[in-house]
């Protein structure tokens, strides 16, 4: 297990490496720069080149690469090239609410995965699985800005009612957070949870086949000890790689949800960043995006021989 857990850790850096060099040269590769928006379009020449010493952007781009990894090193995100402000501090202040919307709709998808996959396969063909089965098919068809722009326009239009828009810190006051986030938490949960459930249910049918489920049936036991303790325990180990990586995927997804729906978070301030070409801001906040699934398909992986004793990694 040890070897297996630093073959795994050996690994990844490499990739880290790849994602460290992406998030900076892929900001750079976008026509246009911050000293350009910076400047408009009445700069000089002594002003483009003020701006580029200002921001280092003088260097030669290898030598900033250098730079910028050295300061990570040592613990320095930078400062934000628009504002000057530390990003650091802003991702102090962006991160709760992006980890919260997160979280809530991981937390919403995988209770209806569980409790819809479970069901739909233990009533195979009936209305029930029937009825399932559509509404994730349904799920998976519209994508999560069409379902954002039904939930904001339509109790707007229908009943005069406007959907809580906006991030109030959870300390702060309870209710009016969870007023604020659950609606663009169902939502992101919404197409996690139609994915899982697709997926819990054809496992669960799978993992009810086999011959020890049948012997647990035949032996007397209760039905809930051989749903919950025989068949759903081993019909999980595949659908958490699946949700270990769509839970990483959420944090891109809140760009979206962020946005519609007035949250300051992470993703909004990713997608503000690049528009501004503003390079200290977008390439840490990129970095932190591909780390975040690096490092979880790390612990999936790790995991794995802990759930299932089966599993011996040499």
């Known amino acids: 297990m040890r070897n297996y857990i630093l073959r795994r850790i050996a690994l990844t850096i490499p990739v880290i490496v790849l994602v460290t060099f992406g998030a900076f040269a892929l900001l750079r590769m976008i026509p246009g720069s ?10 000089s020449e002594a002003d483009t080149k003020r701006l580029e010493k200002q921001f280092g952007l003088d260097k030669p781009i290898p030598e900033q690469f250098l730079i910028w990894v050295g300061d990570l090193a040592r613990g320095d995100l930078g400062e934000s090239l628009w504002t000057t402000e530390r990003v650091s501090t802003e991702l102090r202040r962006r991160f709760p609410a992006t980890a919260e919307l997160a979280l809530m709709a991981s937390l919403i998808a995988s209770t209806i ?4 996959g479970t069901t739909a396969a233990i009533h195979q063909d009936s209305w029930l699985d029937r009825t399932i089965q559509f509404v994730t098919i349904t799920g998976l068809a519209i994508p999560n800005f069409v379902l954002a722009t039904l939930l904001i326009s339509l109790p707007a239009i229908w009943w005069g009612k406007v959907i809580p828009e906006g991030y109030v810190p959870l300390s702060d006051h309870p209710l009016e957070n969870l007023q604020k986030m659950i609606f663009p938490a169902l939502i992101l949960g919404a197409a996690l949870a ?9 496992t669960m049918l ?13 032996k007397g036991l209760a039905g ?3 749903i919950l303790r025989h068949a759903l325990r081993n019909a999980l180990l595949p659908v958490m790689t699946v949700w270990g990586l769509q839970i990483a995927a959420l944090l891109g997804g809140t760009v979206i949800m962020e946005s519609m729906f007035r949250i300051p978070g992470m ?6 960043a690049v528009k501004q070409r503003d390079y ?5 906040l990129i970095l932190i995006f591909g780390l975040v699934y690096i490092f979880t398909s790390l612990a999936v992986d790790i995991l794995y021989a ?8 040499t």
């Open 34 to 43: 911050v000293v350009d928006l910076k400047a408009g379009t009445a700069q």
């Open 113 to 116: 995965a569980l409790v819809a």
């Open 194 to 202: 139609a994915i899982l459930t697709r997926l819990v249910r054809s």
């Open 206 to 218: 799978e993992v009810l086949r086999q011959d020890y489920v049948r012997t647990a049936w035949a």
């Open 224 to 226: 809930r000890h051989v």
């Open 267 to 272: 993703g909004i301030a990713t997608l503000n």
């Open 280 to 284: 200290g801001l977008a390439q840490v």
């Open 306 to 313: 802990y759930i299932d004793p089966r599993i011996r990694y």
